[in-house]
C-alpha cells in the first residue's frame, strides 16, 4: 500500500511537494486554496509549472486535493447551494489544473427536520453541473461521513445511491474515511464491523470505486457520529483495529492518506510508521 499525508500549502505548493517527500509520503494530499475562505485567487501558471516538474521528480503518487470545508452541496439555502456548488467546481478546475489524481468532495448535511431524500438530489444535481461545466483526468470522489445531525452518505448504500443518480461512473469514485465510517456505525476496532463494513462495500459501491482511504483514528464512541480524528491508536478504533483492516487483502490497492492531528513533524511522522508497521505485521 501507499501512504501519505495531509500537508500543507501555506508555504507554496511546491513546498508542500517537499514537505512531503521529507516526511517521507508515498502519497499526499493538499487544498487547493484557503480552506476556511471562500476566496480564490487564479493559480499562478509558473508556480502551477514548478510544482508538476517537483511532482514528477518526487515519485509522489496519487496526488489528492481536498475541497474546502465551507461548502454544502446539500443545502436547502438556494444562495448557499450556488456558491457551494461554484466553489466546487472552481476547486475541482485547480485540482485538474495542478494534475491531481483525485478530487475530495464532502457531500453535506440537509439542515435540521428537512428531506434527506432532497437532499441526495441536490447533490446529485450540483455534481452532475460540475462534471458537466469542468473536463479533466482528475476523478472526483466523495467521501463517506460520520453521519452528525443530518449527514448524507454515512452508509455505503447511501453513497451508492448518490453516485447512481449522479450517473457519471467514469469520473467518480469514493474515498473511505476510516474516522468516519467508525462514528457512523462501523465498529472498525474488531474483525465482525470490519467485515461488515467491507462487505457492505463490494455489495454496494463494489472495491472498483475506491481508489483512496482516509486513515484516522477516532476521538468518538463507535456511532457517536463525532467527526473528530486521533493519532492512529490514540483512538477507539485503535492500533488492532488499523492492523486487521490494513490485513485485508481488499483494501492493498488503495492509496491510504493520513488527517490525524499534528503539533510538529513529529506527529506525523509517527503516525506513518505505525501505520507501515501494522501493515507489513499484516501482510505476514
Ligand atoms: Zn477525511
Ligand atoms: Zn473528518
Known sequence: MRFGLHVSIGKGLTKAVEAATILGCDCFQ????????????????????????????????????????????ASDDPELYEKSILAIGEDYRRAIE?????????????????????????????????????????????????????????????????????????RMGVCLDTCHAFAAGYNLSSQEGIDELLSEV?????FSSIPLMHLNDAVGEVGSHLDRHASIGEGKIGKEGFG???????????????????????????NLAILRELFRGGEK
Open 30 to 73: 493538499i487544498f487547493a486554496g484557503n480552506p476556511r475562505g471562500w476566496k480564490r485567487k487564479p493559480l499562478d501558471p509558473s508556480e502551477v509549472e514548478e510544482f508538476k516538474k517537483k511532482l514528477k521528480s518526487s515519485g509522489l503518487r496519487p496526488v489528492v486535493v481536498h475541497l474546502s470545508y465551507l461548502p454544502n452541496p
Open 244 to 270: 486487521l483492516l490494513l490485513s485485508d487483502p481488499r483494501v492493498h490497492q488503495l492509496a491510504g492518506i493520513l488527517e490525524t492531528p499534528r503539533t510538529s513533524d513529529d506527529d506525523d511522522l509517527r
Open 98 to 170: 495542478l494534475g491531481a489524481d483525485y478530487f475530495v468532495v464532502h457531500p453535506g448535511r440537509v439542515g435540521k427536520g428537512k428531506n434527506m431524500e432532497e437532499g441526495i438530489l441536490r447533490v446529485a444535481t450540483g455534481i452532475r453541473k460540475v462534471l458537466s461545466v469542468v473536463q479533466g483526468n482528475t476523478l472526483f470522489l466523495l467521501e463517506n461521513q460520520a453521519g452528525a445531525g443530518t449527514e448524507i452518505a454515512r452508509s455505503f448504500s447511501e453513497m451508492e445511491r448518490i453516485l447512481r443518480e449522479i450517473n457519471r461512473p467514469e
Open 202 to 206: 463490494d455489495e454496494t459501491i463494489g
